[in-house]
């Protein structure tokens, strides 16, 4: 049962408070009460008028959004996003906030006006493609679908698990190829190889274009086809499809053999915000096995240590330290996605056995020189890995 609050009068509360002290302290209190909400009040205010602000100034980043299009600048500038977070921390300074605090909401105000010029630059007018996404009920093929019809192309989605209702759906992959434009196969690794040979036995005239984020296993299947003449290239979003900017992510566009076919796959993501790095297919998992499967690995590794010693998570949160907290949120990610999906990350990529090599001897040498009484090389593995990395790593927004 809850309790109401309320202002006591106190002729009212006279009886149960006869003493002059117990009404001076009800009056007190109500005074006080008084004062409260007429600061919630001027709060409130501020509210308002912190909104208003921001919706002000949102105004005025779309129109240097419409100043960068007629200029044909890009959607993010480092070096502006820099100044705003210096001015910032300045501000911070001279009205005595913390600036962490300034910082973080620097950042969330960047980040959104970044989303809303970016929204702005994919409904740019483009010619209109009929689209078939295979696999067009996954969590990618959704955001590949929305994508696209944001651009003003034509979608449909061709999948298993069934229908997208805001798409046209279909449920005969050769008729629906015959009839696309561009085919996008956004289907799991394995499954991906089968859809594949599929569509390119019936020498199809659209444009093919995978998602994969290997390229191992269908790597002869594409070079073979671009060299018959298909128009088929490859591409990897290296984000996820919760993204909520563009900016700062990077796609791969990998040439299979076939220029002009690469480059009408690189045209369909051209006018975003996108950086596109271009590779030979060949090429693509050899940096993947750094990208992904040491980075996975090294996330995995280290979940599975802790668990192996023992000790529960929260025990050792009870005297963890920022690096641990850093190392552990990287790790949980990891550990929340999906299994199968990473294990084809590993699995499937033929430099794997390479990494492993290399694990191991950097794994010896790091023992060796943590054992060593000598610090020499310690201190030298530490150099050069401050060597290694750029003094500042671009930040990550949305």
């Not at 809850?2 to 005074?31: D, H, Q, T, Y």
């Not at 921390?89 to 006006?113: C, M, N, P, T, W």
């Not at 698990?161 to 696309?180: I, N, S, W, Y």
């Not at 802790?306 to 949980?332: C, I, P």
Request: with cysteine; net charge neutral; charged share 25%.
């Amino acid at each position: 049962m809850g309790f109401v609050r309320m202002r006591l009068n106190p002729r009212v509360a006279r009886p149960f408070c006869k003493s002059k002290e117990c009404s001076s302290k009800i009056k007190l209190r109500n005074e006080m009460s008084q004062r409260l909400q007429e600061l919630r009040t001027r709060i409130a205010a501020i509210d308002a008028e912190i909104l208003r602000l921001a919706a002000d100034r949102l105004k005025i980043v779309q129109q240097v959004g419409a100043v960068k299009r007629e200029e044909g600048v890009a959607v993010r500038s480092f070096a502006a996003e820099a100044e705003v977070l210096e001015r910032f921390r300045r501000l911070a300074g001279e009205y005595g906030l913390d600036e962490h605090f300034a910082e973080k909401l620097a950042l969330q105000l960047i980040s959104v006006s970044v989303r809303l010029q970016e929204d702005e630059l994919s409904e740019r007018t483009v010619l209109a493609k009929r689209i078939l996404i295979v696999g067009g009920a996954g969590k990618m093929g959704r955001w590949l679908a929305r994508f696209f019809a944001n651009q003003g192309h034509q979608v449909v989605t061709l999948d298993r698990k069934g229908a997208v209702d805001e798409f046209e759906t279909v449920d005969a992959l050769v008729p629906a190829v015959r009839q696309a434009d561009v085919v996008l196969i956004a289907t799991p690794l394995v499954e991906g190889k089968l859809v594949l040979q599929e569509i390119l036995s019936q020498q199809p005239t659209a444009l093919v274009v995978d998602i994969f984020s290997l390229k191992s296993h269908v790597l002869e299947l594409l070079q073979t086809s671009a060299t018959n003449g298909l128009r088929v290239a490859s591409v990897h979003p290296l984000f996820g499809p919760n993204v909520q900017t563009l900016s700062g992510r990077v796609i791969v566009v990998c040439d299979c053999g076939n220029a002009s076919a690469a480059a009408e796959a690189e045209a369909l993501f051209r006018e975003t915000a996108l950086a596109i790095t271009r590779l030979p297919v060949a090429e693509h998992d050899e940096y993947m096995q750094y990208v992904l499967g040491l980075s996975h690995l090294a996330s995995i590794l280290f979940f599975t240590t802790l668990h192996e010693s023992g000790r529960g998570f929260n025990d050792l949160v009870r005297t963890a330290s920022t690096t641990f907290y850093k190392q552990a949120r990287a790790a949980a990610e990891v550990a929340r996605e999906n299994p199968y999906l990473y294990y084809e990350i590993q699995h499937l990529n033929r430099h794997s056995a390479e990494l492993f090599d290399l694990l191991n001897r950097s794994l010896a040498k790091l023992q060796a020189a943590v054992l060593s009484d000598d610090p020499a090389t310690f201190v030298a593995l530490m150099t050069a890995g401050r060597d290694y990395f750029p003094e500042t790593l671009p930040a990550e927004l949305g």
